[in-house]
């Protein structure tokens, strides 16, 4: 059959949605070709094109979610500037198409009973009776939940024509069954370049799920507590810009009654093995120097293990030093690691890193982990999912070697998290 005139197997229809068969898609050309349309047809796949950035939407696709994101990003720009048409007709009708939904969700509610919304919900807490499948549930459509936002996020920027750089968002790859969350969006929103930055980063996206898992667990469901899932998080950085765009639509009853719903969803979906969580359990664990040097090792001559006590620095030159190193299990997966450290000098030191170990006279030109206040208790470096081991040095100001006899800085335990 001419693929000109082979439409009919373009889509394959499973359970309720349409997927995208990579596999015939990619034999056409990506050549621009002038097609007539009318408003009406080009606002009908614009209403249409949320679902093809959805990777669970295709089929053979050797697409990551950024090359869908950026395909789906193209698209979008073509239908709304090749032709005479207001990009805000797209953002109407999608709108008006969740709200629709969210509507449905508010008839469905009496008000108390989360199975009124969705049958297959909890009936107590946000993770039910807590068993594998309503926690996977529960973790699901906290991811579920934060990529539907990310996708709002886009699609606000695009739509109004922000000029931000996207870059490639980490939008959670979101169930196999292909359905995302209808979400309420802050139409107030003040879209920046730094939020869609750190929106790029998938740790810190992750993190946010995670917390927001951590909030519901053992919950009642109620809109109040659904609202405060985001309040105790304590995340920094990308992380904690990520987080305040997200809880600033908890208090939404729609958004409330739709993750109801998914909860639902997510629970069919789980008892099928069907579970999308960045959210793996973990366990830390902790080295104490004060009663064990616990094979860590003195680079280059640089401190001293002392029993009660840990490791210290010693003086070499004018300065204090101290520099010690380990090599985790290679089976380890390790999500944190975290130092102990406290000083007798009120000199802020001349150098502080913490990195993945190597040669001790190799270390980064710039810190990754800098020294940020004194007292210095509990510096922590996270993010560290690659490394396979870890160092810590701390060089004192010049002229500047503590008090005798422990020295000027004292590493007293790590603590490291790893995934199991």
């Known amino acids: 059959m001419n693929p000109e005139f082979a439409r009919e197997p373009l889509h394959k229809k499973t359970y309720r949605a349409i997927t995208y068969d990579w596999d015939i898609l990619s034999t056409y050309s990506d050549d621009p070709k002038l097609v007539c349309l009318s408003e009406f047809e080009i606002a009908w796949l ?6 093809m950035g959805w990777s669970t939407r295709w089929t053979d696709c050797p697409c990551t979610p950024g090359d869908l994101a ?20 797209q953002n109407t009708m999608y709108q008006n198409e969740m709200q629709g939904q969210i509507s449905v969700y508010e008839n469905d509610w009496d008000g108390s009973d989360p199975q009124s919304v969705n049958p297959d919900a909890p009936a107590d807490d946000f993770n039910g009776d807590d068993s594998d499948d309503r926690n996977d549930a529960l973790c699901s459509a906290c991811t579920t939940y934060v990529a539907s936002q990310i996708v709002q996020f886009q699609q606000y920027v695009l739509v109004n024509q922000l000029g931000l750089a ?17 979400v309420n969006f802050t139409t107030e929103l003040t879209a920046t370049q730094a939020l869609a930055d750190a929106l790029q980063s998938e740790v810190a996206v992750n993190d946010v799920i995670c917390c927001m898992v951590s909030g519901l667990e053992g919950q009642t469901i109620t809109q109040a507590n659904f609202g405060d899932a985001l309040d105790s998080c304590g995340l920094s950085g990308d992380a904690e810009l990520i987080r305040a765009y997200i809880a600033q639509d908890l208090d939404k009853l729609g958004n409330f009654l739709s993750f109801i719903n998914m909860l639902g969803t997510a629970y069919v979906a789980s008892q099928a093995g069907a579970v999308v969580c960045p959210c793996a359990e973990t366990e830390t664990v902790t080295y104490d120097f004060t009663t064990s040097d616990e094979s860590w090792d003195i680079e280059n001559g640089r401190g001293v293990w002392t029993n009660g006590v840990g490791f210290v620095s010693t003086v070499q030159g004018n300065r204090a030093r101290i520099a010690i190193g380990f090599d985790f299990p290679a089976t380890w997966d390790i999500k944190q690691v975290e130092f102990d450290v406290d000083y007798s000098s009120a000199v802020t030191p001349n150098s502080f890193d913490i990195h993945d170990r190597n040669p001790y006279n190799a270390f980064p030109s710039t810190t990754i982990k800098a020294w940020t206040n004194l007292p ?45």
Do not use: H
């Open 46 to 51: 614009l209403s249409n094109t949320d679902y």
């Open 70 to 89: 950026r395909m789906k990003a193209r698209l979008e720009d073509r239908l709304m500037n090749c032709v005479n048409f207001s990009p805000y007709i």
């Open 166 to 182: 996207l870059g490639l968002l980490a939008i959670p790859v979101v169930l196999p069954i292909g359905l995302m969350a209808t």
């Open 376 to 420: 210095l208790q509990a510096q922590t470096l996270v993010d560290v999912s690659d490394w396979t081991s870890a160092e810590i040095g701390i060089n004192s100001s010049s002229g500047d070697i503590g008090n005798p006899p422990y020295g000027s800085y004292i590493i007293s335990e790590c603590r490291v998290t790893r995934y199991i």
